[in-house]
């Protein structure tokens, strides 16, 4: 697969155009659903163009947990008893993503994040008035609260106000993103959007003075014109499954082993755009990951790592967990639990690397040095039977003495273990979707939402579950509301 | 100053030559110096445009130290009674820069390094047949050859056969730039290249098919243009002096404090090579160290973390260690120390942390948890007192214990300490210098070398001295030859 731009056709090349609309979307996933739906309810003709069969998208394969919270809380937030702040939101976002934060992003989302609730309960998603006090990674029940990122570990909890921002529908099961995908599918019918499956966009219509006018898709294996009268939105995924670009911009991510997305994330929005002239974004980074919860009982072991030191607050998302692991020298990463804390992690697929009634029977069959780990449990138990953690402040919750008879999982990335992995980088836009241009100026008649763009959620060690949900259907609104805003070009 | 592409000027909007020339060359440091040679020695017209008033550039400011090796050994090598292996050398610097190695430029540098070293003498670079067998980033002494990166450490120990590949110019003191600079200006003298000072490059100049025919200059507060009959080398530095570009590109630089590069290290000549449709590579890579190195004594200490853990050997690189620094949780890095083997460092500025006559009297000081650090040093005294290194291998030659009384160096990024940076993305191009499209195809006419372009050197943790001069230098006239066996444009 191809990590080259995707060069567009000239405009004075067109020769007729097969369609005409005010707004063309490319994929109907989450971002491209909300844009069209915003776009429509302004007034304007939409056309959607998805690859696959069906509408979906990565969002389907998701559990679809949305990020929201600020302004006083949610609904739902308020019926649980939180006050969640704007200031404390944004906060924890900005210090989330540290150096590669895009403020102007992060502020428009903590301030409307409550409208955008309100915006999904309208078209259909149900949020049950509950909190999922277990730490997961997502809801099983139908309940709706939980805590999804890193807000509660240090150091998050001493820089913004704890407060649980995940919000998963009211279904059983991992069912959200059907779901999701579902009810947002009958909103984008019932406006009567037009709709083209089975149709691959191939390249943009730009003319001379690089405005967007349109694009090319294939249907029914001939390529046809489409002209877009407000503009043309890229909503096509990230580009997980592309490989060269994969090993051309994000090396590291191929240290995962499970692609997150759907086949259609081949990276082919974000080089249509940057053929049109759009500059790309933090393309190294990416979420990577080691799900070792639920169960929750094991947040109570350690991770170390080949020298059996520890290396992080166990407590934290566990993304941040794998960014951080990593990071470390050597080849080996475990986690110690007594055994009476173990119970099947179902995301994990880590093999038992030790066991003993002693430290040191499983260090040697680990092979980690024993009077090191002996040390390191010796440190920990110590201070965890205190309540207290003074190397890494994982919080109070999650401490107590680990017991004989120990395990260690082997969660060494290449052992085995389950590492999923998707990619962040993407097109640079402006919070209303416009692609930017190197010089940052906007390409005229360009969008792009979701991961074809660089949103929101930037790096492994801020990310919080909910956030490239919450990002694509929060952003493909605004792309949706600004192209409507946008006047029709004869 | 901007992060924006330079547009080029439009040949057709050209209305009259300034100058013309066979080989137009941006930047008279190590590459620009070194190509305009070849190219003049090949029998090209070369012109070479330097923003200063002097030549120089970057590798003026460093000691000019290069890496070579190979093919059994450059002569110093070989009389130094090393024989270094091709192959050796290959499969050090593949696994030195890991998933970011150019394997094409890496394979050519190694192959051809011997070769280079003989040109350098050819151009009058004298290098005298000796070693230096202490541990420094560079001679200081009038010797030549010495172990500049982390051929002797693990794990590059173990994957290809160590050899000192470091080459230091017959010069006391730190004084091998201007030498070799002085050197390499008068072969550029001596072959009439013209030379053209204070000349500010703006912009390509480029046809609509995308050939560069030329460049435009400002000489004497007036634009000019250039006409080059067979290229433009782009060999203006990185852009460690972009405020912009680092906070875009590589915002983890700026953890750091000291730039190192001359003023014109803004990124123009990358800005000018991405204009004319040249693709960028690696942008967030750069060089970051903690120079706590020389005197050689302080390797016989340990580096810790805020936790008071070790994280690395310590007889890397100062490059490796400072990125494994970074990837420290908490705030806090020390060099641990028993007293005796304290002497000044002269490129550190690390303020004492703490001293004691125990242990914890230093800890308490520090601020480190003194269990921690009783054990990290119990743990490091034992192994040590043997010759071994369990957790991370440092080699045995600096393995003894730490012993009271203690002492401690700050080396938090942040405290004062020197933490010198330098940026390592650039212009993707073939080892021939040609400058690539984000198709990979060469852009006719355009090249680039030095900093300016993305080389063997890619990242922190597995740079060695001499590699950048060494990059500049030998792809400089890599780029030097094939511009003059380009067709000249009439």
Redesign the interface.
Known sequence: MS???TRPRRLSEVDGWYHETDVAIVGFGGAGACAAIEAADAGCAVTIFEVASASGGSTALSSAEIYMGGSGGTQVQRACGYEDSTEAMFDYLMAAQG??ADEAKIRLYCEESVGHFEWLVSMGAKYKESEHKERAIMALTDDCLLYTGNEKSWPFREIAAPCPRGHNLEVEGDNGGPLLMGLLTQQVEKREVRVEYNARALTLIQDDEGEVHGLVVRIDNEERNVRARRGVLLAAGGFVMNEEMLSRYA??L?RGNIPIGNPGDTGAGILMG?GAGGALLHM?EGFISVPFYPPPSLTYGIFVNA???????EDVYHARLMD?AL?Q??QGIYLILSHDDYDHPPFLNAQVAGTGETVEEMAEEVGI?P??LR?TLD?YNAHAARGED???HKSPEWLKPIESPYAALDCTPGSGVINPYFTLGGLDTLPTGEVLT???EPIPGLYAAGRTACGVPRRADGYASGLSVGDATFFGRMAGRRMAEAPARD
């Not at 020298?307 to 607050?313: M, P």
């Open positions: 990590a080259q731009p150096d590669l090396p590291r191929k940057q190294s020298q059996g030191q520890r290396f992080i607050n951080h990071r020298v050597g040095p009077e090191n040390h440190f003074p190397l890494f190197m010089e940052r």
